[in-house]
């Protein structure tokens, strides 16, 4: 038989990389992404790219409007600010977009289940990322727990396990492993304020972080940024 997963895939750096750990571990790839109102649609096309690259069998995109409630830098009328390079880390910025972690962990549960598909894998990060509280292995933990009890398939028996291969690796070790199991980085998008021409800023914590990261690993960034 073979091995299903479900990959959550943003575009960016992080849940590429995760899908092609995923790949390299033999399991069959069914993606999922999400159109939910945030600021560009530069990093759906890469998640498009990044699911044909590695061949995955059904990719969704899913509509929700998490604009709806805003609070956020990526889905409300709030400047999406340059990084606090001293302080990354330290707070809660404005970018965080609340519950949506939790928010596509249960559409992910929800197609797992009518996939018959016991493995979910998200690439959050524990390390080299901007503090948000759903990132965080506690809080995966407590998701797997509460997914277990939720599905008929957990309560059948048949549990399901949260897979986050580069929670606790830092950004520039994500990059080595990537380029090992052949991700194409220049096909991938992580910047929160990108112009026109999806050229990323450069200056926002999720640019920062990846710069940081390609420096740290001795490779030069493929994609294009406007400074």
């Excluded at 509460?146 to 957990?154: E, I, W, Y």
């Amino acid at each position: 038989m073979t091995k299903k997963a479900i990959i959550l895939l943003s575009g960016g750096l992080d849940s590429a990389t995760c899908l092609a750990y995923a790949k390299n571990k033999g399991f069959d790839l069914y993606a999922l992404s999400f159109d939910y109102g945030q600021r560009h649609k530069f990093e759906l096309e890469s998640a498009k790219n990044v699911a044909e690259c590695f061949n995955v069998i059904e990719h969704k995109i899913i509509n929700i409007d998490l604009r709806t409630f805003g609070a956020s830098a990526l889905t409300d009328d709030i400047e999406v600010p340059d990084a606090d390079k001293e302080n990354m880390g330290k707070d809660i910025p404005v970018t965080y977009v609340p519950a949506r972690n939790t928010i596509f962990l249960s559409y992910a549960l929800a197609y797992a289940e009518v996939r018959n598909c016991f493995n979910i894998f998200i690439g959050v990060n524990n390390v080299d990322y901007s503090g948000y509280p759903d990132c965080r292995p506690e809080y995966i933990e407590a998701y797997k727990k509460m997914a277990n009890l939720a599905t008929k398939s957990g309560i059948e028996g048949k549990k399901l396990s949260i897979h986050t291969p580069l929670l606790n690796l830092n950004k520039s070790e994500i990059i080595k492993l990537g380029i090992n199991l052949g991700v194409d980085y220049s096909i991938t998008h992580t910047c929160y304020n990108p112009n026109e021409q999806g050229n990323s800023c450069g200056k926002c914590e999720s640019c920062v972080y990846r710069l940081k990261g390609f420096k740290e690993a001795g490779i030069k960034d493929p994609v294009k940024y406007s400074f």
